[in-house]
C-alpha cells in the first residue's frame, strides 16, 4: 500500500497513487512529485487535471494555514507539546568564511538528483505571517519549514548556536536550505563540508545555513531544509546535500532566484 502524504489516503501500488496525485493534488506538488506525475502521465494534454478538486485542495490548505496561525496567536499548542515556544538564540553569529572544495564548491544543476532525494518529505504550508521579534511561537513542528515568523532572517554560515527560529523560518521563505545537525554526533567531515557548502552560497535569496537541531531528541543527525521541505541523514553526504542544493535553492516563495 501507498499512503498519500497530502492527504493520507492509501492505494494499491504506484499507479493508482500517481493517478490520485493528477487528480487531487496538482496544484500542492512539489517538483520531485510533480515530475512523477507528468512521466507516469506522459504530459498529455488530455490529462488535463479538473478544476474542483484542485480548489478543493487550496482550500484545505488555506484553512490549515489560518487554523495553526490562529492557534498560534492565541498561546495554544496544539498538541504538540514538547516543541512549544522553542525560539533559539539571539545574537548567533556564524563561523568564519572557509574556501570550498570538491563537491561542495562545484555549481549546482537545474535540479536535484531524483534518486538521492527520493526520501524528501513535504509538508503543509503553515502560512508566512510576521509577529514582532522575540514573540514565541509555538512551532508543532521543529525544525520549521513555514509558518508565522520574524522580519529579520539569519545570514549563511556555519553556527554552533541556533539562531531565532523565527528568523530562520523567514530565511526559508527567502530561498535558503538550511541544514540542522545533531551537535553531539556530526562528524568532522560534516562540519568542514556544511562550513563550504555555507561560504559558497551566500545570496540573499539563495543562502546555505547550517546550524544545531534545538531538538533534545533530533529526528536524524542532519536534517536538511527548504520551505515546506525536509530530508532526513543519520550518515552524512555531500552529494546528496548537493542535490538538495539543486532542486530547492534560490526557490523560495517570496523571490525565486532559479
Given at each position: 500500500?501507498?499512503d498519500?502524504?497530502?492527504?493520507?489516503?492509501?492505494?494499491?501500488g504506484?499507479d493508482?497513487?500517481?493517478?490520485?496525485l493528477?487528480d487531487?493534488?496538482?496544484g500542492?506538488l512539489?517538483?520531485i512529485?510533480?515530475r512523477?506525475?507528468?512521466?507516469?502521465?506522459?504530459?498529455?494534454e488530455?490529462n488535463?487535471l479538473p478544476v474542483?478538486?484542485?480548489?478543493?485542495g487550496?482550500?484545505?490548505?488555506?484553512a490549515i494555514?489560518?487554523?495553526?496561525?490562529?492557534?498560534?496567536l492565541s498561546?495554544?499548542d496544539?498538541?504538540s507539546?514538547s516543541?512549544?515556544?522553542?525560539?533559539g538564540?539571539t545574537?548567533?553569529?556564524?563561523l568564519s568564511?572557509?574556501?570550498?572544495?570538491?563537491v561542495?564548491a562545484?555549481?549546482?544543476?537545474e535540479t536535484?538528483?531524483?534518486?538521492?532525494?527520493s526520501?524528501?518529505?513535504q509538508?503543509?504550508?503553515r502560512?508566512?505571517n510576521h509577529?514582532?521579534?522575540g514573540?514565541?511561537?509555538d512551532?508543532?513542528r521543529v525544525p520549521p519549514?513555514?509558518g508565522?515568523?520574524?522580519a529579520?532572517t539569519?545570514?549563511?554560515?556555519?553556527?554552533?548556536?541556533?539562531?531565532?527560529l523565527?528568523?530562520l523560518v523567514h530565511t526559508?521563505?527567502?530561498?535558503?536550505?538550511i541544514?540542522?545537525?545533531?551537535?553531539d554526533?556530526?562528524?568532522?567531515?560534516?562540519?568542514q563540508?556544511l562550513r563550504?557548502?555555507?561560504?559558497v552560497?551566500t545570496?540573499?535569496?539563495?543562502?546555505?545555513?547550517?546550524?544545531?537541531?534545538?531538538?533534545?531528541?533530533?529526528?536524524?543527525?542532519y536534517?536538511?531544509?527548504a520551505?515546506?521541505?525536509?530530508?532526513t541523514?543519520?550518515?552524512?553526504?555531500?552529494?546528496?546535500?548537493?542535490?538538495f542544493l539543486?532542486?530547492?535553492?534560490g526557490?523560495?516563495?517570496?523571490n525565486?532566484?532559479?
Amino acid at each position: 500500500m501507498v499512503d498519500c502524504e497530502y492527504c493520507g489516503e492509501s492505494f494499491d501500488g504506484d499507479d493508482a497513487y500517481l493517478d490520485h496525485l493528477a487528480d487531487a493534488h496538482d496544484g500542492e506538488l512539489g517538483a520531485i512529485d510533480r515530475r512523477r506525475v507528468e512521466d507516469h502521465t506522459g504530459g498529455e494534454e488530455g490529462n488535463a487535471l479538473p478544476v474542483g478538486p484542485i480548489v478543493i485542495g487550496v482550500v484545505v490548505v488555506l484553512a490549515i494555514g489560518l487554523t495553526v496561525y490562529v492557534t498560534q496567536l492565541s498561546g495554544g499548542d496544539g498538541g504538540s507539546g514538547s516543541d512549544a515556544d522553542l525560539v533559539g538564540t539571539t545574537g548567533a553569529q556564524p563561523l568564519s568564511a572557509v574556501e570550498a572544495t570538491g563537491v561542495e564548491a562545484s555549481s549546482l544543476d537545474e535540479t536535484g538528483d531524483s534518486d538521492r532525494l527520493s526520501s524528501v518529505e513535504q509538508f503543509p504550508d503553515r502560512g508566512n505571517n510576521h509577529v514582532e521579534e522575540g514573540s514565541a511561537i509555538d512551532y508543532q513542528r521543529v525544525p520549521p519549514l513555514s509558518g508565522t515568523h520574524y522580519a529579520s532572517t539569519v545570514s549563511a554560515g556555519f553556527y554552533e548556536a541556533t539562531p531565532l527560529l523565527g528568523s530562520l523560518v523567514h530565511t526559508l521563505e527567502h530561498g535558503a536550505v538550511i541544514v540542522y545537525y545533531d551537535p553531539d554526533e556530526i562528524s568532522p567531515e560534516a562540519r568542514q563540508s556544511l562550513r563550504e557548502f555555507s561560504s559558497v552560497h551566500t545570496g540573499t535569496w539563495r543562502s546555505v545555513v547550517a546550524v544545531p537541531n534545538p531538538n533534545d531528541d533530533p529526528r536524524a543527525t542532519y536534517v536538511v531544509t527548504a520551505w515546506r521541505h525536509e530530508l532526513t541523514m543519520d550518515s552524512y553526504d555531500a552529494e546528496t546535500v548537493h542535490a538538495f542544493l539543486s532542486e530547492y535553492l534560490g526557490r523560495g516563495p517570496e523571490n525565486p532566484v532559479r
